[in-house]
């Protein structure tokens, strides 16, 4: 079971990013930060929903500053 959401991750990941082609780069660092963030949320809280969006919305403001060209 856990080998198959590891992989619907993956894909998900592969096509999600490829819809990525015309965004700007703080666009690109505000969904990778977002991705992450999800990610750890979700580690963090074991699987808590509230954890995952917690830490996908902190993530995302993260790389939204983060991307910001001086």
């Given at each position: 079971?856990?080998?198959?959401?590891?992989?619907?991750?993956a894909?998900?990941?592969?096509?999600?990013?490829?819809g990525?082609?015309?965004m700007?780069?703080?666009?690109?660092?505000?969904?990778?930060?977002?991705?992450?963030?999800?990610?750890a949320?979700?580690?963090?809280?074991?699987?808590s929903?509230?954890g995952?969006?917690?830490?996908?919305?902190?993530?995302?403001?993260?790389?939204?500053?983060v991307?910001?060209?001086p």
């Amino acid at each position: 079971m856990n080998r198959t959401r590891i992989s619907m991750a993956a894909i998900l990941l592969v096509l999600g990013t490829a819809g990525c082609a015309g965004m700007t780069h703080q666009e690109k660092s505000t969904v990778a930060g977002a991705a992450i963030g999800g990610v750890a949320g979700s580690a963090l809280s074991n699987g808590s929903a509230v954890g995952t969006v917690g830490g996908a919305v902190v993530g995302g403001v993260i790389g939204h500053e983060v991307g910001r060209r001086p």
